[in-house]
């Protein structure tokens, strides 16, 4: 019994870990790709990932040694 529990504890914590390898992978390989499909999409798409990530930046370079990320820095960030 607790062997199948252990087995299957480890089966759960190695998927969460490669989906949180693929959630982490950048969306795109290159600049070159990310900027093509910047072409495509509407100025006012641009215009808000622009300002979310100046708000990225903001968090980045406040004057605490590591910055906490507030509830609305992770809901900005999303």
């Keep these: 019994m607790?062997?199948?529990l252990i087995g299957?504890?480890?089966r759960f914590t190695s998927r969460?870990?490669?989906?949180?390898?693929?959630w982490s992978k950048p969306a795109f390989p290159s600049?070159?790709?990310?900027?093509?499909?910047d072409l495509r999409r509407s100025r006012k798409d641009l215009i808000i990932k622009n300002a979310i990530l100046r708000q990225q930046l903001i968090v980045l370079n406040?004057?605490?040694?590591?910055?906490?990320?507030?509830q609305g820095d992770r809901v900005i960030g999303e």
Excluded: H, N
């Excluded at 969460?16 to 693929?22: E, H, I, P, R």
């Excluded at 600049?31 to 499909?37: N, T, Y």
């Excluded at 406040?62 to 507030?70: C, E, G, H, L, N």
């Design 2 to 4: 607790i062997k199948a």
């Design 62 to 70: 406040r004057k605490v040694k590591r910055p906490q990320f507030t």
């Design 16 to 22: 969460v870990k490669q989906y949180v390898k693929q």
């Design 8 to 10: 299957s504890l480890t």
């Design 31 to 37: 600049m070159a790709v990310a900027s093509r499909s």
